[in-house]
């Protein structure tokens, strides 16, 4: 399902479910309507047990090794202040910092990044114009632990 707005179009599916049983039980009896809502239930089932982006044990695991680490660097950022970090980062900590955002190399005070976070996107983009950034001065280091870095924007010294 992956789509973030899955509500605007989710009822349809399930009006359209509602109309296609409906017919075939008017067309061919009950029973048939029966045997198909438990055939299309058990193949959902399997379907979300097998192949389903949003199984259990695709997310509930960590997707970086040392959160202790994450955790300290976030230590280190005020929190009223804007910052940028990894997505599955982002997700942890946006209720309690309103002005977080994610796979930004400017534009806000603070970056929390681990350079070895194993995503090809981060990887190839994001994590080259941290560098660049920082290379330019354009963000200073404030922390580090591990391979998790908290950087400050130079304008906020």
Same mark, same amino acid.
């Given at each position: 399902?992956? $789509?973030?707005?899955?509500a605007?179009?989710?009822?349809?599916? @399930?009006?359209?479910?509602?109309?296609?049983?409906?017919? @075939?039980g008017?067309?061919?009896?009950?029973?048939?309507?029966?045997?198909?809502?438990?055939?299309?239930?058990?193949?959902?089932?399997?379907?979300?047990?097998?192949? /389903? *982006?949003?199984?259990? @044990?695709?997310?509930?695991?960590?997707?970086?090794? $040392?959160l202790? /680490?994450?955790?300290?660097?976030?230590?280190?950022? *005020?929190?009223?202040?804007?910052?940028?970090?990894? /997505?599955?980062?982002?997700?942890?900590?946006?209720?309690?910092? *309103?002005?977080?955002?994610? $796979?930004?190399?400017?534009?806000?005070?603070?970056?929390?990044?681990?350079? $070895?976070?194993?995503?090809?996107?981060?990887? &190839?983009?994001?994590?080259?114009?941290?560098? &660049?950034?920082?290379?330019?001065?354009?963000?200073?280091?404030?922390?580090?632990?591990?391979?998790?870095?908290?950087?400050?924007?130079? /304008?906020?010294?």
């Amino acid at each position: 399902m992956g $789509d973030h707005y899955a509500a605007l179009w989710i009822p349809w599916l @399930l009006v359209g479910t509602v109309m296609g049983v409906a017919s @075939l039980g008017r067309a061919r009896g009950e029973r048939a309507a029966v045997r198909a809502t438990a055939l299309a239930g058990t193949l959902c089932a399997i379907f979300l047990v097998a192949f /389903d *982006p949003a199984h259990p @044990l695709h997310y509930l695991h960590a997707y970086y090794a $040392d959160l202790g /680490d994450a955790r300290r660097a976030f230590g280190c950022v *005020p929190k009223g202040a804007s910052l940028s970090t990894h /997505d599955e980062w982002f997700s942890a900590i946006a209720a309690q910092r *309103p002005r977080a955002t994610i $796979d930004r190399a400017r534009g806000v005070e603070y970056l929390v990044y681990a350079a $070895d976070y194993p995503n090809e996107t981060y990887q &190839a983009r994001v994590r080259p114009a941290v560098e &660049a950034e920082v290379a330019r001065g354009e963000y200073k280091l404030v922390c580090r632990y591990g391979n998790v870095a908290a950087y400050r924007t130079a /304008d906020a010294e």
